[in-house]
């Protein structure tokens, strides 16, 4: 008798099925066409011309709805996602043929992280074109305004599209932990929700105990930063001009930071769902 | 569960063995426990059809979750043809049809038996046959292109029976498989079993409907509240009570009393005479056509 091994090939089976689940849903639709009428929208949201700065705010409104409709959506699809097996009983059939839980769990996650994926590459490839077109245009109307040097680096707006999905890959692997312990879905999204929370404004508290300097604050909230990941690491690319594009050494710290979170917390989600009873 | 069952002199494992099987579930707040299956020990061997017969609730889905390694049991164990439950490969060699099935209702039925066919192994030039003989097999060919979700309870359990098929195991678990299906769904369901039957397959089969069992099962266990009440043959179970009954044209009852008076004169007794009435199941089964009705979308 040989053994079953664990398969990437099984899990990325899953991961493909979750997203195809997730494709055929209005909900998930409608937050990517609103996210794209957002970023595209942005446009028409000031009536007037003043170059760089202009260029800069339609770039913050593009990554807003990126991070928060993102959030929802990852948040959102991960719950759901992983309880709409569970409930509808198809992860009864699922987990009675010679698969690991290991890689429900990991197809689950891969799924949503391509969900996602496929949400920040459509945004931030939207944003791109929004920001070349307008600044042709600006630079015809006024050829002063645009500084020669502050032009839109697109390697600076895929880099923050990036920073945008690892954010998502991290929330969603924290989420789908809660999915697998929690009972219901609405308490996963609300946890999820709480921990984006804690996650973005973790660097805060530590500055205010700090800035106060009480210790009992300062263990609870070091505590805090060493369990949840920070967020704020993620503001890699707050610009649109080449000459602040990071040091590739500092891209890929972050990079790593983001896939260890993850994984740290996808090897607890395998752990906890190991011992569910489905 | 190294040990060797009945079977194992051959050296050929049993299809299923259940050793002491226990399972508790809490329920309520103060740690309340309700003991859903209570010391369950059975044996099924390759090649049989195997009925779990018993009440609703009395732990038949449970014992099948606890063999599939869907649940962990309490006490006790089981094993699939020597494998205990709970290891992915003890898996490998069982079709499972859930009770009540529901399946991706985004997916169509093709696409549906492909993912779990993938999911076994099963890829290219293979996957295609097998796909298409299963859904021939169990009568959607020509429904298979629609979404599950459009599926009526008939064609959910068809769908599902071609899952389970797909990877072509030899052991079947069908857990009401006839459950909400109409009585012509049902006896085509049980044609079916007893054609898998024929081709060598191992079938374990829960109902709480007996009369279709009966006629399926080589053997049969009945459940009550989770304990064995009774376990054994078919023939030997439901079989000879030691009495003999007649059927013939009706008779005038001149005739019938000299049938009785016969009898009397050797010291017998004619105990019960009455009309052989049809079953209604016979009825509808005589003018509801067969064949894919339901599944050709339309009628
Ligand atoms: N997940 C569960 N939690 C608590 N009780 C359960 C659970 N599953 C089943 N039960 C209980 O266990 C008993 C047996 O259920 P089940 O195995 O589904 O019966 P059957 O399939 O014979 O109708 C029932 O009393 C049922 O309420
Ligand atoms: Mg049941």
Request: charged letters at 20%; a positive charge.
């Amino acid at each position: 008798m040989n053994a079953v091994r664990f398969s990437a090939l099984r899990a990325w089976l899953i991961a493909g099925n979750t997203l195809r689940e997730a494709s055929r849903q209005r909900f998930f639709q409608f937050l990517l066409l609103l996210a794209l009428a957002l970023t595209l929208g942005a446009r028409w949201l000031r009536d007037f011309n003043f170059g760089a700065p202009e260029l800069k705010f339609l770039a913050d409104c593009g990554f807003g709805a990126m991070a928060f409709l993102g959030a929802a959506l990852t948040i959102a699809a991960t719950a759901q996602l992983f309880f709409s097996e569970v409930e509808n009983r198809t992860a009864l059939t699922l987990l009675a043929k010679p698969v690991w839980r290991a890689e429900f769990v990991l197809g689950k996650l891969l799924g949503v992280a391509a969900l996602s994926a496929v949400f920040c590459a459509l945004l931030t490839g939207l944003l791109s074109l929004t920001l070349a077109w307008r600044e042709a245009e600006l630079s015809r109307l006024l050829p002063d305004a645009v500084a020669p040097g502050g032009g839109v680096s697109h390697a600076m707006v895929a880099l923050g599209g990036l920073m945008q999905w690892l954010r998502l890959l991290v929330l969603a692997a924290f989420t789908l932990l809660v999915a697998t312990f929690a009972q219901s879905q609405l308490f996963s999204v609300v946890t999820g929700f709480l921990i984006l929370v804690v996650c973005h404004l973790q660097h805060l508290a530590q500055d205010a105990y700090a800035r106060a300097g009480s210790a009992a604050g300062l263990i609870a909230s070091s505590l805090i930063s060493s369990v949840f990941p920070d967020f704020q690491v993620f503001q890699l690319a707050d610009s649109l001009a080449a000459a602040d594009l990071p040091a590739t050494g500092d891209v890929l710290r972050v990079i790593v930071y983001a896939l260890s979170y993850a994984a740290a917390a996808a090897g607890l989600a395998v752990v906890s769902f190991r011992r569910r009873e489905i | 569960m190294g040990a060797p069952g009945p079977e194992g002199a051959a050296g050929v494992p049993p299809a299923i063995e259940i050793r002491g099987l226990v399972k508790d579930f809490a329920v309520g707040l103060r740690g309340l426990r309700l003991r859903a299956v209570d010391h369950v020990s059975l044996t099924v061997r390759p090649g049989e059809v195997f009925g779990l017969l018993g009440p609703n609730g009395s732990g038949k889905s449970t014992t099948i979750k606890l063999l599939l390694g869907l649940l962990e049991p309490t006490a006790g164990g089981c094993a699939i043809f020597g494998v205990p439950s709970g290891r992915v490969e003890a898996r490998r060699d069982v079709g499972y049809l859930p009770e009540a099935p529901n399946f991706y209702r985004f997916l169509t039925g093709r696409e549906l038996v492909t993912f779990y066919g993938r999911l076994c192994g099963l890829a290219g030039s293979g996957l295609r046959s097998k796909l298409e003989e299963v859904v021939a097999l169990v009568g959607l060919a020509g429904a298979a292109d629609r979404r599950v979700g459009t599926y009526s309870k008939g064609m959910l359990q068809r769908i599902g029976l071609a899952q389970a098929l797909v990877h072509d195991p030899r052991l079947l678990i069908l857990d009401e498989p006839t459950a909400g299906v109409d009585p012509v769904g049902s006896a085509e369901m049980a044609e079916l079993i007893l054609a898998l039957k024929a081709r060598g397959k191992t079938v374990l089969i829960t109902s709480h409907l007996l009369g279709q069992i009966e006629e399926l099962c080589d053997r049969v266990a009945i459940l009550d509240r989770g304990g064995l009440v009774a376990e054994g043959e078919v023939a030997e179970l439901a079989g000879a009570t030691g009495r003999l009954s007649f059927e013939t044209e009706v008779l005038p009852p001149e005739e019938i009393a000299a049938l009785r008076a016969w009898l009397e004169s050797r010291g017998r007794r004619l105990e019960a005479v009455a009309p052989a009435r049809r079953r209604l199941e016979e009825v509808f089964r005589t003018h509801v056509g067969r064949g894919p009705r339901d599944t050709e979308g339309g009628r």
